[in-house]
């Protein structure tokens, strides 16, 4: 057996009983695998990334609450570890997986392709590969999230807080929006409002041909961007309209340059 320095660091996270404990089943048939926590939600997931920081995340897609998706957002792009999917999406909506080259298990689980999706979580570890594959995930969040659009309405406007009331923001004049601790604010002119939401809520619900999330804590409207400034280390951020600079997460750049073309 692999000394316990060298195992891989696993979290499993089904919100089925008898999912989770299929999958330990088969996680305990591979020595090199040490499973040092099981989640039944959304939110659990992210706190034991961020309390144990897992190298690999068996991860269900539709958990109640705060789906698999909604948990990766919700870790900042250097929190998360290698994810191999586990759901029970058809054919067709796993093509989204397929041509991002991301893992995925199709429940009811096959202890064949649990290995071979295993196997490969390994080799991408073994090459330090696991940057590319955050950026290979943040693609395929993106792709899910237009296609949540392509069902859903568009918000016409953002209810924002004041003393005494709330006000409404229409959303073409939103330029960014921006996360600090629990607190998100507006960017529309003047000065910064709040909105009762969460980032990852505003961003399932805006139009995304008009806004991208461009960091874990900043969404922007892409007609107000002006520039993009990169800098000697890697690092890059955003000039607005307004002369606000926005920072750019390193695994987003891509995606970013992609949509200023």
Same mark, same amino acid.
């Given at each position: 057996?692999?000394?316990?320095?060298?195992?891989? #660091?696993?979290?499993?996270?089904?919100?089925?009983?008898?999912?989770?404990? @299929?999958?330990?089943?088969?996680?305990?048939?591979?020595?090199?695998?040490?499973?040092?926590?099981?989640?039944?939600?959304?939110?659990?997931?992210?706190?034991?990334?961020?309390?144990?920081?897992? $190298?690999?995340?068996?991860?269900?897609?539709?958990?109640?609450?705060?789906?698999?998706?909604?948990?990766?957002?919700?870790?900042?792009?250097?929190? $998360?570890?290698?994810?191999?999917?586990?759901?029970?999406?058809?054919?067709?909506?796993? #093509?989204?997986?397929?041509?991002?080259?991301?893992?995925?298990?199709?429940?009811?689980?096959?202890?064949?392709?649990?290995?071979?999706?295993?196997?490969?979580?390994?080799? #991408?570890?073994?090459?330090?590969?696991?940057?590319?594959?955050?950026?290979?995930?943040?693609? @395929?969040?993106?792709?899910?999230?237009?296609?949540?659009?392509?069902?859903?309405?568009?918000? $016409? #406007?953002?209810?924002?807080?004041?003393?005494?009331?709330?006000?409404?923001?229409?959303?073409?004049?939103?330029?960014?929006?921006?996360?600090?601790?629990?607190?998100?604010?507006?960017?529309?002119?003047?000065?910064?409002?709040?909105?009762?939401?969460? @980032?990852?809520?505003?961003?399932?619900?805006?139009?995304?041909?008009?806004?991208?999330?461009?960091?874990?804590?900043?969404?922007?409207?892409?007609?107000?961007?002006?520039?993009?400034?990169?800098?000697?280390?890697?690092?890059?951020?955003?000039?607005?309209?307004?002369?606000?600079?926005?920072?750019?997460?390193?695994?987003?750049?891509?995606?970013?340059?992609?949509?200023?073309?």
């Amino acid at each position: 057996m692999p000394d316990d320095a060298a195992r891989i #660091r696993t979290v499993i996270a089904d919100d089925e009983p008898v999912a989770r404990e @299929l999958l330990r089943r088969l996680a305990e048939q591979d020595a090199e695998l040490e499973i040092i926590a099981e989640c039944e939600s959304g939110a659990q997931v992210v706190e034991a990334v961020r309390a144990m920081r897992p $190298q690999l995340l068996i991860l269900d897609v539709q958990m109640p609450g705060m789906d698999g998706f909604e948990a990766l957002e919700a870790l900042g792009d250097e929190e $998360q570890p290698i994810v191999i999917f586990a759901t029970a999406y058809d054919q067709h909506a796993l #093509r989204a997986f397929e041509v991002h080259a991301i893992d995925y298990l199709l429940k009811p689980f096959d202890a064949r392709r649990f290995h071979l999706a295993v196997a490969r979580a390994k080799g #991408r570890l073994r090459e330090e590969t696991a940057a590319s594959t955050r950026r290979a995930i943040t693609a @395929l969040l993106d792709t899910v999230r237009m296609h949540k659009h392509a069902r859903g309405e568009r918000l $016409q #406007r953002l209810a924002v807080q004041r003393a005494g009331g709330t006000d409404y923001v229409q959303i073409d004049a939103v330029e960014w929006i921006e996360a600090k601790g629990a607190v998100v604010r507006v960017h529309a002119g003047g000065e910064p409002r709040v909105v009762r939401a969460s @980032l990852g809520q505003l961003e399932r619900t805006l139009d995304p041909a008009r806004f991208l999330r461009v960091h874990r804590s900043a969404i922007v409207a892409l007609d107000r961007v002006r520039s993009l400034e990169t800098n000697v280390d890697g690092g890059a951020r955003i000039l607005l309209a307004s002369g606000e600079r926005v920072p750019v997460g390193r695994t987003r750049l891509s995606s970013l340059r992609d949509r200023l073309r």
